[in-house]
């Protein structure tokens, strides 16, 4: 059974605080992806990760960081959280080539910056 | 960034009734997915489609690749309530990393 998990369902931070949020999958996907999730203005991609090491911006970049320093592992850093990236985290991965491009997701993160 | 057109933007239905949804692209794509997401949830991979044409079925749900590949349906026969959520489409292309989403169908279904 696929499974991409994420730290954390909910996390409250406070403006100027570093957020971590990590995800994990454990289907040996090269592609890893964080999204965020608004209403009205639906999945925008923010970073993207091809290989370890390897990242690509995304839409909305701005604000955020990545790491990726394990295969299995990509990481979502908001450096000094602001009260606008109060949002839905989602994490999903795929396979980089081949037949099969299905991308999962993980559970989300629901962030809120006060 | 870009956004497939998805329609309807809401349905309310009765338990029992079938449901139609479709999605549309200016550009074609190679892989079709459908999602369904539950409030507070991550989006859940229903269907997967690769190739123009194609019909699949998972259970109740019944998903189409569009001839011009620049379309894609789903069906949902006799509806339950457990079927509440949003469903959404993505498309994406080969030679890109991209996937491009849908705006969604938040269905209901009133038992």
């Known amino acids: 059974d696929v499974k991409v998990t994420q730290s954390s369902r909910y996390l409250v931070k406070r403006t100027g605080e570093k957020v971590f949020l990590e995800c994990v999958q454990d289907?040996?996907?090269?592609?890893m992806f964080w999204y965020r999730q608004d209403p009205g203005l639906g999945l925008r991609l923010i970073y993207f990760?091809?290989?370890?090491?390897?990242?690509e911006k995304g839409d909305i970049p701005e604000g955020y960081s990545v790491s990726r320093e394990k295969k299995e592992r990509f990481s979502l850093i908001l450096e000094s959280a602001s009260t606008n990236q109060t949002s839905m985290y989602l994490c999903?991965?795929?396979?980089?080539?081949?037949?099969?491009?299905?991308?999962?997701f993980g559970p989300g993160t629901r962030l809120t910056v006060l | 960034g870009q956004q497939l057109n998805q329609s309807p933007q809401s349905m309310f239905i009765q338990e029992g009734e079938d449901v139609s949804m479709n999605c549309t692209s200016s550009?074609?794509?190679?892989?079709w997915l459908w999602y369904k997401q539950e409030p507070g949830e991550g989006p859940v991979l229903l269907i997967a489609?690769?190739?123009?044409?194609e019909l699949t079925s998972n259970g109740r749900l019944t998903a189409q690749f569009g001839i011009t590949r620049k379309d894609s349906f789903l069906n949902i026969s006799a509806s339950i309530p457990s079927d509440v959520g949003i469903y959404f489409c993505?498309?994406?292309?080969?030679?890109?990393?991209?996937?491009?989403f849908g705006t969604g169908t938040r269905l209901k279904v009133l038992a």
């Open positions: 990760s091809y290989d370890v090491k390897m990242k």
């Open positions: 999903a991965s795929s396979f980089r080539t081949g037949r099969y491009n299905e991308q999962f």
């Open positions: 550009s074609i794509f190679n892989t």
């Open positions: 289907m040996d996907h090269e592609n």
């Open positions: 489609l690769y190739k123009a044409g």
């Open positions: 993505a498309g994406w292309t080969s030679g890109t990393y991209k996937y491009i």
